[in-house]
């Protein structure tokens, strides 16, 4: 059973770019979360969703950052017109949708993104 | 105050000894605890989940107090591959999100 899937695992992206950073989750999973880890800091929640819906996106900066999370493929954390302060290690985590194990998440391996 | 606190560290602990860990939070309505660690530059790998007073797992046990408020990481005969960031996780009330920890790092030493 593949774990959570995020590609690319590194991406270099000059101020004013977009980047894009894509996870599957888990196989049988339905809930997707976006956290961003700053260097030398915690990991910050971003953004919970399910299938074509935004759930609880209440840790996502105001401007230039999206996410979706379609019915078919992967879900997408947009960020636009980077800036150096959005160089950060991005994880997708995934959990199942029921049963007692339902609040338990499980991270894919990360996007680094650094801005120059 | 911040929601999940956690003692940096560093934990220096020699091969064979037993290490705690403590993580406070803020949230009275918090229910489900989590415990995980990262090695260097990688993602956070679940350990140990936490719903009523505590749990065990081989050298690991892993403690909740309501009352105070913090739940604890024991982790016994330390191994040098133990050697990690700990993170506590903290989903607060009815929400899905996990509140983490800054972390403690461990290192055990040969």
């Known amino acids: 059973n593949a774990g959570v899937m995020q590609n690319p695992r590194h991406l270099v992206r000059r101020r004013g770019q977009e980047a894009r950073l894509r996870c599957s989750p888990m196989?049988?999973?339905?809930?997707v979360y976006w956290y961003r880890q700053l260097p030398e800091e915690g990991l910050k929640f971003m953004v919970y969703l399910q299938k074509e819906n935004i759930i609880d996106e209440s840790g996502m900066p105001k401007e230039r950052f999206s996410a979706e999370f379609p019915k078919e493929g992967p879900s997408i954390l947009r960020i636009q017109q980077v800036v150096r302060g959005d160089s950060a290690a991005y994880f997708c985590a995934s959990s199942p949708p029921g049963g007692r194990a339902h609040y338990e998440q499980y991270f894919g391996p990360g996007t680094r993104l650094t801005v120059t | 105050r911040k929601e999940v606190e956690q003692d940096p560290g560093p934990f220096n602990v020699p091969e064979g000894a037993t290490v705690a860990f403590n993580c406070t939070y803020s949230n009275s309505a918090s229910q489900s605890f989590f415990w995980y660690r990262q090695d260097c530059r990688k993602e956070p790998k679940l350990l140990m989940s936490?719903?009523?007073s505590g749990n065990e797992d081989g050298r690991f046990t892993a403690q909740l107090n309501r009352a105070s408020q913090y739940i604890s990481l024991l982790i016994r005969d330390s191994k040098l591959s133990d050697s990690a960031t700990y993170l506590c996780?903290?989903?607060?009330?009815?929400?899905?999100?996990?509140?983490f920890g800054s972390g403690t790092q461990l290192t055990v030493l040969p």
């Open positions: 196989k049988g999973h339905s809930h």
């Open positions: 996780a903290v989903k607060p009330g009815s929400a899905r999100r996990l509140t």
């Open positions: 936490v719903y009523s």
